[in-house]
């Protein structure tokens, strides 16, 4: 698929968007759920049941670079939310694997890296001290909070951004077996407060779920961003989006961000609008979750859009939505704003 093709079928989902007089958005009425029988969707096992509570759910989806993780982690921040980096551990798998020269293809190998997925700690931490964004726009654009990704004790957070790890992700995040296993501890985190805990005895990290679900640190909501949130792992949530934008701006905003590393200071921008590409054509394609719009999601086009416009747009909606929810009372949502 080449940039014409992508932006095309972009335009298609605009044009069925703007014409739908219902809620529901877009493309197949089929749910992703039915077409993937070897999913287990047994999360109540990893999140511990008196932990367990209704939170306001916003799913996030999109192609690479329209701006889902820097909308989300600031919608978390301004509703005082939990945020959820999805593809983070899809990245971090792929690392491990690298590590140990696993390859995916290898049937005794993917057996390995489905255990790594299973069984190996990961953690996201969200701190609100943030970095600027790669767009140096007038007016100044608010700093976006940093997720730190912790790998068995390891801090892997810059690690895994490298070109290596985004090229050797779609072998790892296509196998039906890692995402079985993602899914599972991507559902109990946005169930229990993001506690990621799970190891396959959920034994060993009582002490960090007890404190993160401790009342002063507990959250009302949870933002995750992904390409299969909405229709895989949270088709109940509150409010999804689908995050668009055109993909030569897509490419022009992660060449800015990605020129700012010192060993990229070369790269064009036609490598990164190929790699966007292939990437977009990888996860629209295949079989399993595959990068599609949820029926009842609202799309976002931020081309023409500034970073605060695409969070105010969000936010806004949820606060409706939460304002009528009985997942919380009015009074508390304008409580959790805070100050982009
Ligand atoms: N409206 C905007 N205007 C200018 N730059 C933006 C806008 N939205 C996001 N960006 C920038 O675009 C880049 C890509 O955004 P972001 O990382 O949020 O995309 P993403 O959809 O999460 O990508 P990926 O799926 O690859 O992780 C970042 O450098 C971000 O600062
Ligand atoms: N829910 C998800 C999230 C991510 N992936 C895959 C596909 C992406 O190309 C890759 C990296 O994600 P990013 O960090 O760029 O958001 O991970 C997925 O399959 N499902």
Same mark, same amino acid.
Request: a positive charge.
């Given at each position: 698929?080449?940039?014409?093709q992508?932006?095309?079928?972009?335009?298609?989902?605009?044009?069925i968007?703007?014409?739908?007089? +219902?809620k529901?958005?877009?493309l197949?009425?089929t749910?992703?759920?039915?077409?993937?029988?070897n999913l287990n969707?047994?999360?109540?096992?990893?999140?511990?049941?008196?932990f367990? #509570?209704n939170?306001?759910?916003?799913?996030?989806?999109?192609?690479?670079?329209s701006?889902?993780?820097?909308?989300? #982690?600031?919608v978390a921040?301004k509703?005082n939310?939990?945020?959820i980096?999805?593809?983070?551990?899809?990245r971090?798998?792929t690392?491990?694997?690298?590590?140990?020269?696993?390859?995916?293809? $290898?049937?005794?190998?993917?057996h390995?890296?489905i255990?790594?997925?299973?069984t190996?700690?990961i953690?996201l931490?969200?701190?609100?001290?943030g970095?600027?964004?790669?767009?140096h726009?007038?007016?100044?654009?608010?700093?976006?909070p940093?997720?730190r990704?912790?790998f068995?004790?390891e801090?892997?957070?810059?690690?895994?951004?490298?070109?290596?790890i985004? *090229?050797?992700?779609?072998g790892i995040a296509s196998?039906?077996?890692?995402?079985?296993?993602?899914? $599972?501890?991507?559902?109990?985190?946005?169930?229990?407060?993001?506690?990621?805990?799970?190891?396959?005895?959920?034994?060993n990290y009582?002490?960090?779920?007890?404190?993160k679900n401790?009342n002063?640190?507990?959250?009302?909501?949870?933002?995750?961003d992904? #390409?299969?949130?909405?229709?895989?792992?949270l088709?109940?949530?509150?409010l999804?989006?689908?995050?668009?934008?055109?993909?030569?701006i *897509?490419?022009?905003?992660?060449?800015?961000?990605?020129?700012?590393i010192?060993?990229?200071e070369n790269?064009?921008?036609?490598?990164? =609008?190929?790699?966007?590409?292939?990437?977009?054509? $990888?996860?629209?394609?295949?079989?399993? +979750?595959? =990068?599609?719009?949820?029926?009842?999601?609202i799309?976002?086009d931020?081309?023409?859009?500034?970073?605060?416009?695409?969070?105010?747009?969000?936010?806004?909606?949820?606060?409706?939505?939460?304002?009528?929810?009985d997942?919380? *009372?009015?009074?508390? $949502?304008?409580?959790?704003?805070?100050?982009l």
């Amino acid at each position: 698929m080449n940039s014409l093709q992508i932006n095309k079928l972009f335009k298609c989902l605009i044009h069925i968007s703007e014409n739908s007089n +219902s809620k529901k958005r877009l493309l197949s009425s089929t749910s992703s759920l039915s077409l993937q029988p070897n999913l287990n969707l047994n999360s109540s096992l990893l999140c511990q049941p008196i932990f367990k #509570r209704n939170l306001f759910q916003i799913a996030i989806d999109g192609p690479a670079a329209s701006g889902k993780s820097t909308t989300a #982690r600031l919608v978390a921040r301004k509703l005082n939310f939990e945020y959820i980096d999805s593809g983070a551990m899809y990245r971090t798998i792929t690392l491990a694997a690298l590590r140990e020269n696993l390859n995916p293809t $290898s049937l005794v190998d993917i057996h390995k890296i489905i255990n790594i997925a299973r069984t190996s700690k990961i953690q996201l931490i969200t701190t609100n001290n943030g970095t600027p964004p790669s767009a140096h726009t007038s007016p100044p654009q608010p700093l976006v909070p940093k997720t730190r990704v912790i790998f068995n004790e390891e801090d892997i957070t810059e690690e895994i951004m490298l070109p290596e790890i985004t *090229r050797n992700i779609m072998g790892i995040a296509s196998n039906p077996g890692v995402r079985e296993a993602i899914v $599972s501890r991507q559902r109990a985190m946005a169930e229990c407060n993001g506690y990621n805990g799970y190891n396959g005895s959920n034994i060993n990290y009582d002490k960090e779920e007890k404190e993160k679900n401790s009342n002063s640190k507990r959250k009302q909501g949870v933002v995750m961003d992904g #390409r299969d949130i909405g229709t895989v792992i949270l088709p109940n949530a509150n409010l999804k989006f689908f995050i668009i934008a055109d993909p030569k701006i *897509r490419a022009e905003r992660r060449l800015k961000e990605l020129k700012r590393i010192k060993e990229m200071e070369n790269l064009e921008m036609s490598e990164v =609008l190929a790699d966007l590409l292939k990437r977009d054509k $990888s996860d629209i394609e295949r079989k399993i +979750s595959p =990068l599609k719009m949820a029926d009842d999601a609202i799309l976002l086009d931020t081309s023409g859009l500034s970073i605060e416009e695409q969070v105010e747009r969000i936010i806004k909606l949820a606060l409706e939505k939460m304002r009528k929810s009985d997942n919380m *009372r009015s009074d508390n $949502s304008d409580k959790h704003l805070e100050k982009l």
